[in-house]
């Protein structure tokens, strides 16, 4: 018997008895018990916490964390369920089968009923249940058919009858917002063929995509699957409402697909063309041949009343746009103070601003701040500030500082520094101060300038 505490014991239709403890599984045939006699690639030395046998007499193991694994009663043929909701990285606490056959799993995120084949459905808050996260309890059917489930909470009593009169709602994910650089550009999306369209200048290409899955009565519980076409190879899973983010994409024309996270029906998709520069270019000159022609016709005029008007009107455009300007950082704030990057996007915005690290060169500047390393970058000071605080676990000081230690160490790698005082040297480097050179050359390094520059040979 494999050691540990037991956490299940389990008799099946055949006699067996199944004993599942900290590190794994042993049967008991009616005469031994036995921890040796799995086939390859059993899940027999994994925390088992519930067993269960079906009415087709195929075993079910729920792991402590993971996958629940399927089995015959032989152990010829075992696989995981093919989860379509996100259960598969929870704890699942129980399997129970109903009247029709179904399978209903208890979660830390509510109940999820599968029919065998393909069909998963989920019920969480949004279904009027009190609490998403289910006990170790298991499950009870009683004379009618009817379900209980033990909650965290208290007590569930499902009405099979009510279940099955009860109609499927196939709500589908709405794409609400999208944002291109930091700026809304919703209002750009027309129609095309039936198809919804976004056309964007080429740098316009960083975008942040809103979405609403009404199936959900409070956003952080929603779950969806988006896949760019032309881009992604695969889909992707999002989990509550932190937004899609895309990071510097090439010229081209992307579908934009998003769907339900469950398997029901309901995909939205919007197709982005992002344009190249030649077009943007062409547009660029007409819109100042037309400023020159503007310009051109306001000189002749030559009015000193017609000068004095034209000043004011400018000057209630220049307030009307300071004015829309703090309207749109105040929207822009408000709505990244909840934001979620993963991981995947925050690698994304890593590339990016890595190559306009090396490309660039902002951090010779010394004056440079954050805001304008994100408007550099084409991205949100709110974005930025996830990436380092939250994703490299490290200030901006610390990332821009990296690149400027790494700059001064290239200068005196490829060149002759001693034509330079190490001042001078850290000035070029994009260091405001001496003394903030050393102290981060140091950080850095582990040594100083100057043993730095001895240890070169120089």
């Known amino acids: 018997m494999p050691a540990g505490n037991v956490y299940e014991i389990f008799f099946d239709s055949s006699g067996r008895g199944w004993m599942c403890a900290e590190n794994g599984m042993a049967v008991w045939n009616g005469e031994t018990l036995s921890a040796d006699r799995f086939p390859k690639g059993f899940v027999n030395n994994t925390k088992i916490r519930d067993v269960y046998e079906d009415s087709e007499h195929n075993l079910y193991f729920v792991p402590d964390r ?14 995981p369920i093919p989860f ?25 995120k509510g109940l999820v009923r599968y029919d065998k084949k393909s069909d998963f459905r989920m019920f969480n808050n949004a279904d009027g249940l009190f609490h998403s996260v289910f006990t170790l309890c298991p499950p009870q059917r009683d004379d009618d058919g009817n379900l209980w489930f033990g909650n965290t909470l208290g007590l569930i009593k499902l009405d099979s009858d009510r279940l099955k009169r009860q109609p499927s709602i196939d709500n589908p994910v709405y794409i609400t917002d999208v944002y291109a650089n930091g700026e809304s550009v919703t209002g750009l999306i027309g129609k095309e063929d039936g198809e919804s369209v976004l056309r964007l200048p080429r740098d316009k290409n960083n975008l942040s995509v809103n979405y609403s899955n009404p199936q959900y ?88 009343r017609h000068r004095k008007e034209l000043r004011m009107h400018f000057e209630l455009a220049e307030l009307s746009a300071r004015q829309a300007a703090a309207a749109a950082e105040e929207e822009r704030r408000n709505r990244y103070k909840s934001l979620r990057m993963s991981d995947e996007e925050c690698q994304r915005l890593l590339k990016h601003l890595d190559k306009i690290m090396k ?17 550099l970058a084409g991205v949100s000071g709110h974005e930025l500030s996830f990436l380092f605080n939250q994703y490299l676990k490290k200030s901006y000081y610390d990332y ?6 790494a700059e001064f160490k290239h200068i005196v790698d490829e060149s002759d520094p001693s034509r330079y005082t190490l001042t001078a040297l850290s000035q070029m480097c994009g260091f405001s101060s001496r003394a903030t ?22």
Do not use: C
Request: without cysteine.
């Open 217 to 304: 009565i409070a956003p952080e519980y929603q779950y969806i699957e988006y896949r760019l076409d032309g881009y992604d190879s695969e889909w992707k899973k999002k989990i509550g409402k932190s937004p899609i983010l895309y990071y510097d994409l090439s010229p081209g024309t992307y579908m934009l697909r998003v769907r339900r996270g469950d398997g029901r029906p309901g995909e939205s998709a919007l197709k982005i063309t992002v344009e190249s520069h030649f077009s943007w270019i062409v547009i660029s000159m007409s819109v100042l041949l037309l400023v020159a022609v503007a310009l051109l016709v306001i000189f002749m005029v030559g009015h000193r």
């Open 84 to 108: 379509k909701s996100d259960v598969s990285n929870s704890i699942i606490t129980f399997v129970f089968e109903d009247t029709e056959g179904w399978l209903w799993f208890g979660t830390e």
């Open 400 to 405: 821009i500082n990296w690149y400027r230690v």
């Open 437 to 458: 050179f050393f102290r981060h050359f140091k950080n850095v390094t582990g040594v100083t300038p100057a043993e730095y520059l001895r240890g070169k040979g120089r």
């Open 66 to 79: 993971g996958q629940v694994i399927k089995s015959n009663l032989a152990l010829t043929h075992f696989e």
């Open 359 to 375: 490309t660039k060169k902002p951090y010779t500047d010394p004056g440079l701040k954050s805001g304008d390393l994100a408007r």
